[in-house]
């Protein structure tokens, strides 16, 4: 099994949960991890530090004092910002999994989590929001261009958001076209080595399949 990426202090990670308690055990895990951190305690205050710190990742509670999470993820989305958001949400929370990852979020752990399981699913976020291949290069698949360099999406030549797991779904799909994959052989396409620590079920590919679908065919 590949080494996980080692982290950088340059990874900083904007946490943002109201509840001193996680919020402390959060810090705790990813700075022993190697990881910078801030905090913010509510969701205004949330969408001002990613402006101000451009944070890798922003671990992002959902249930929030005022602006909640959701509603921050939705403001970022809104105004052009797609720095990785992974959410924080509470158990059997399906309605909020699901449309955290309508709204862009890339991953999100269910309390409470371990820190084994939190710290890679920061590195995993981490690692597929990178460049692919650092040479720019272009991958075509009729109207659709896969910027690799910069990790953007164009439909006819308009450039379309997408979030970095959603990326690596549809540059996985585009490069092996007429074949057919099982939801583990994506899980591992997109999650790479790290999928078996990171399963979040093969319902969340099922989730993110159908917002590239939905995504690539909004445009036409
Ligand atoms: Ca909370």
Redesign the pocket.
């Known amino acids: 099994m590949a080494q996980p990426p080692t982290p950088d202090r340059r990874h900083l990670v904007l946490v943002v ?3 001193p308690a996680i919020a402390d055990l959060v810090v705790l895990h990813l700075q022993h991890a190697g990881f910078a951190t801030h905090v913010e305690r509510d969701g205004a205050a949330a969408v001002e530090a990613v402006a101000r710190h451009t944070p890798a990742v922003v671990i992002l ?1 959902i ?2 004092p005022g602006q909640d999470g959701i509603e921050v993820c939705r403001a970022l989305r809104s105004a052009g910002d797609w720095t990785p958001v992974l959410f924080l949400t509470a158990r059997d929370d399906h309605v909020d999994r699901v449309v955290g990852l309508e709204l862009g979020a890339d991953d999100y752990i269910t309390k409470p989590f371990s820190p084994r399981e939190l710290v890679a699913r920061v590195q995993a976020v981490l690692r597929r929001s990178r460049p692919l291949h650092p040479d720019a290069e272009l991958l075509r698949s009729g109207a659709v261009e896969c910027d690799l360099a910069g990790r953007r999406v164009l439909v006819d030549g308009a450039e379309v958001p997408f979030t970095a797991t959603e990326f690596d779904l549809l540059t996985h799909l585009i490069t092996t076209p007429g074949r057919v994959f099982t939801r583990p052989q994506l899980l591992q396409a997109a999650w790479g080595e790290d999928a078996l620590l990171t399963l979040a079920g093969e319902r969340t590919v099922d989730v993110h399949v159908a917002q590239v679908r939905a995504k690539l065919a909004l445009t036409r």
């Open positions: 949960e109201d509840e509670d249930g929030l």
